[in-house]
Each structure stands twice: as structure tokens, then as C-alpha cells.
């Protein structure tokens, strides 16, 4: 894919985040056995993989606004164009070794997503989109899947943990959904979700809960490749609203009658 200087600068700056990243993953797996600080040296690899990030883009785009999982916020100079990053989403695997987990970055433009990258460095797929260029893994174009039978969709979410307030709806979703469907994922990094339901690996994503920097590289990579995406609540808005779903696009109403059906 050709893709805009933004989005070179995007990858330029997962993959540099991608690296560090790994390298600390090596070590967590090391600390399996010993839990003794895990957590500690976990969130000093996730502040370090986001200053590499920052460094990046703001140093090339300075006048840009910030909004990312562990900074604050900033406004910038040209207030129509802001980045959205989360420099490891699926902290929780990564904390127990599991290989799955991701840095996300995503451009918003006058309020729209137009950019995004989700780049999983442990299996090396790089997930990128840009507004009217589709969306690509590596060199492969993405492409949702074209199951229309929700008895044979697959679909992922995220389940709350530590007593979160979404839990009884995220429940009362999964006894409604799962009689109908072939099975539900949790995988534990809903950026992934997304790119997996871009590249048709599954059929339709939901959550309930999420942050921006976890769903706004997501939303343009579902987009570009043909699927679906609105907040869980029709009118919402996407990125704030922290509850969205997503899917093919024959099978998005079904699975939204089932996810909405909620009372
Ligand atoms: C989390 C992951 C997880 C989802 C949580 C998110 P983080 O992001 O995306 O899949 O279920 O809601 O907070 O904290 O690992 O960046």
C-alpha cells in the first residue's frame, strides 16, 4: 500500500514502539515464575513504548493534539487533527506472557478517524488503514468476511473484570447471543478484535467500556475494509461513547438486533 506521510510515520513509530516492546515481553515471560514485580515492570514497559511514540509523532508533527492511555491529554495548535494512542492494548496478556497484544495508533481529523495502524509485534502483523485506501495487513488487503448466518459467525468481545458496572449487560449480551451464533472470543485486546474483524477472522466485534485509544485505529481499519462500525447506542458518538459494535456487513443488523435487544 502507498501510503500518506502520516500513516509512514504511524507505522515508523508502531514498529519502533513494536521492538522495545517485544524485547520487554521477553523478560515478562522470564517473571512468570517469580509474579514479584511483574505488574511494576509491565507499566514501565507501556510508559516507555508510549515516549517512543511520542517522540515520533509529535517530534515530526508537533502542532498536532495527544490524547493516549497513559498521558494526559493535549490540545494542539491545529485543533482539527489529534492522535489516539495506546502504546499496549492487552496489557493483561502481555503482563502473563500471552502473545497477544498490540500498539494502536490512530489519526482523527476533524472529529473522524482517517488513519490507523494496529501493529502486533509478537506475531509481526502489521494492520493499516487510511480513509479511501483500504485497509491492509503486511501486504495482503483486508477484506471482512462474507458470512451472513449467525449460526455460523463468530464474534469477540471484552468481558469486565474487578467489578465493573458493564458486567451484568455483558453477561445478559452473551445468554442472548451465544444460543444463536458458532461461539464468542475474548481475546483480551479489543484493537486486535478490530483488525480481526477486518481481515474476516471474525465476523463481528462488541464491547462495552473501552477508551478511544483503544478503538479509534480499529474503527478506520473495519471501515476500509468493508464493515460496519456504530456506537452500541445508535446516535452515540464512536469514540467517546466507550461501547460500539462492529461487524460484516451482512451480518451487522442481526448481530446488532441481538446486542441492542438488551433491556
Ligand atoms: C483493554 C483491552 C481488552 C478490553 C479492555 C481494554 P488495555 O485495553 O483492549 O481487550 O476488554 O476493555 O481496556 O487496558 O490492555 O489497553
New binding site residues.
Given amino acids: 500500500m502507498q501510503g500518506s506521510a502520516n500513516l509512514n510515520l504511524m507505522i515508523k513509530a508502531a514498529r519502533k514502539a513494536g521492538r522495545s516492546l517485544v524485547k520487554d515481553f521477553r523478560e515478562v515471560e522470564n517473571l512468570q515464575v517469580s509474579m514479584k514485580g511483574a505488574g511494576d515492570f509491565v507499566s514501565r514497559a507501556?510508559i516507555a513504548a508510549e515516549a517512543i511514540i511520542r517522540e515520533e509523532l509529535m517530534g515530526a508533527r508537533p502542532n498536532y493534539g495527544w490524547a493516549a492511555?497513559e498521558s494526559d491529554a493535549e490540545e494542539g495548535k491545529d485543533p482539527t487533527r489529534r492522535w489516539i494512542v495506546?502504546p499496549?492494548?492487552?496489557?493483561?496478556?502481555?503482563l502473563h506472557g500471552l502473545p497477544h497484544?498490540a500498539v494502536?495508533i490512530g489519526l482523527e481529523f476533524k472529529g473522524e478517524v482517517v488513519a490507523g495502524v494496529v501493529f502486533d509485534a509478537a506475531k509481526d502483523e502489521m494492520f493499516v488503514a487510511e480513509k479511501g485506501a483500504g485497509a491492509w495487513m503486511n501486504e495482503t488487503r483486508l477484506r471482512v468476511s462474507n458470512r451472513s448466518r449467525m449460526i455460523e459467525s463468530i464474534f469477540a468481545?471484552?468481558?469486565?473484570?474487578g467489578g465493573s458496572a458493564n458486567l451484568p449487560a455483558s453477561l445478559r449480551d452473551l445468554g442472548r447471543l451465544l444460543p444463536v451464533c458458532a461461539g464468542v472470543r475474548?481475546?483480551?485486546?479489543?484493537?486486535?478484535?478490530m483488525a480481526y474483524v477486518a481481515a474476516g477472522r471474525l465476523d463481528g466485534f462488541w464491547?462495552r467500556?473501552?477508551?478511544s485509544?483503544?478503538v479509534a485505529a480499529g474503527v478506520v481499519i473495519v471501515r476500509e475494509a468493508g464493515g460496519l462500525i456504530e456506537p452500541l447506542t445508535p446516535g452515540g458518538d464512536l469514540l467517546e461513547d466507550g461501547a460500539l459494535i462492529c461487524g460484516n456487513e451482512r451480518i451487522f443488523d442481526q448481530f446488532a438486533g441481538v446486542i441492542r435487544s438488551d433491556r
Avoid at 499496549?88 to 502481555?94: E, I, V
Fill in positions: 507501556d492511555e495506546d499496549l492494548d492487552g496489557t493483561t496478556n502481555f497484544w494502536s468481545t471484552g468481558l469486565p473484570f475474548r481475546w483480551g485486546a479489543a484493537a486486535l478484535d464491547e467500556g473501552l477508551h485509544w483503544d
